[in-house]
């Protein structure tokens, strides 16, 4: 199976090994395709960064790590995508590109959704349950 994480979903996951989110990142990784795109690594550094104040070595390392777990989708395109909330934008028109089966999130207009393509749209908690 492909699966999108959300981009605060990985860094919680990248944050804390243990608990739900570390478990299903642990279970994508070792039994699915994990898909990633720039917009969500970009989206990652500057999370560390800008709001939990790491180093930006440690942020650049923080990435390498997550990033050699994951299949990186380059120059995602995102037209014909709508959605109200346009920073969500590049990560539907990722599980669009991708064909992904699951998107994982916490955002909870995405969670509205339900579904989005071919991709379920679920919480980590239900990730769990499905991984």
Do not use: C, W
């Not at 970009?42 to 990033?67: C, T």
């Amino acid at each position: 199976m492909k699966v999108v994480f959300d981009t605060n979903v990985l860094v919680s996951a990248y944050l804390s090994s243990g608990g739900v989110i570390g478990s299903v990142f642990k279970a994508a990784v070792t039994r699915h395709t994990v898909i990633a795109s720039d917009y969500i690594f970009e989206e990652f550094f500057r999370i560390l960064q800008k709001k939990l104040n790491v180093p930006e070595v440690v942020a650049q390392s923080a990435i390498q790590l997550v990033r050699k777990d994951v299949i990186f989708l380059d120059r995602v395109p995102l037209t014909g995508i709508h959605f109200s909330d346009k920073a969500d934008i590049p990560i539907l028109a990722l599980v669009k590109a991708s064909r992904a089966q699951a998107l994982i999130t916490g955002d909870k207009k995405l969670l509205v959704l339900k579904r989005f393509f071919k991709a379920v749209i679920i919480s980590p908690r239900e990730a769990l349950e499905i991984l």
